[in-house]
């Protein structure tokens, strides 16, 4: 249950952001309604407000995201510089296997891919900063689900997905239970068309200064065109290679004197 201090129309708003999507690109209020649950008044007063801020746009009884809604998701990415950071590795590794490569961050049983360099491939999900899928059946929720402390785990997992994908590998708690002992001590993860036909990928950890794991590493492939060999004995050395540099720059970074600029300024009473 939601504590005293939940505000429910802030919840509701992000709702109606979240209910556009690749296959709802244009809305009605009926369809915003149904799709979050709403009454259509309050969906209507909800969908204005989005207007009239500029996240929404309307025309013809059907609306729409516009651009700025990017900023909602640019403001993570800017505030932890995680791109500056992360970019120059993944075009490494992607230079070294000719294949598209991701960063991903656990948000309750789903990740979220926050840094992506892509490559012209056959594909069969579109994957986009932002894009989140259930952990579980990926190579990156693999390693970061193993990487967490039994209740933290037990409570990421008793997470509902919000991904809407339901994914090809629906395991039993034993599996589970076995699938990320056994990415415990490999150290890396493999998923092969456990989330969805054709999707193949391995993943090694990224961890900080305090050897905390923080994010995900992965090579993703198609199954029709790289094989599980290929990926764990050709792109498995050069991934992990470079999770550990990886590893290294986000220690350095968090590390980095504040300078001045960047610390906020406190009031201070005169005296």
């Known amino acids: 249950m939601p504590g005293p201090d939940f505000i429910e129309s802030l919840a509701r708003g992000l709702d109606v952001i979240r209910a556009f999507g690749p296959a709802y690109r244009t809305m009605s209020l009926s369809d915003v309604a149904a799709a979050t649950g709403l009454a259509r ?17 309307g025309s013809g009884g059907e609306f729409e995201l516009t651009p700025r809604v990017l900023e909602l998701g640019m403001s993570y990415i800017s505030s932890s510089e995680l791109w500056t950071v992360t970019r120059p590795r993944l075009e490494e590794l992607v230079a070294a296997t000719g294949e598209s490569c991701s960063i991903a961050q656990l948000d309750g049983s789903d990740i979220v891919y926050v840094a992506r360099v892509a490559v012209p491939k056959l594909v069969t999900l579109s994957v986009t900063i932002g894009t989140r899928f259930p952990a579980l059946p990926t ?14 785990l037990a409570a990421a ?45 391995v993943a090694a950890p990224v961890r900080n200064g305090d050897g905390r ?34 590893s290294s720059d986000w220690a350095l970074w968090e590390s980095r004197p504040v300078r001045s600029a960047d610390v906020r300024p406190t009031q201070v009473s005169g005296g």
């Open 41 to 57: 008044p309050t969906a209507r007063r909800i969908l204005l407000t989005l207007a009239e801020l500029g996240y929404v746009r």
């Open 139 to 152: 190579s990156l929720g693999k390693v970061l689900l193993a990487s967490l402390p039994p209740a933290e």
């Open 213 to 246: 794991v923080v994010a995900a590493l992965n090579v993703n492939a198609h199954a029709a065109e790289t094989g599980v060999e290929t990926l764990t004995e050709s792109y498995l050395p050069a991934l992990l290679r470079i999770a550990g540099d990886l």
């Open 157 to 201: 997992l008793a997470t509902p997905s919000r991904s809407g994908l339901t994914p090809s590998w629906q395991p039993s708690p034993a599996e589970i239970d076995a699938e990320l002992r056994s990415v415990r001590a490999k150290g890396w993860a493999l998923t092969d068309q456990q989330l969805a036909p054709g999707i193949r990928s």
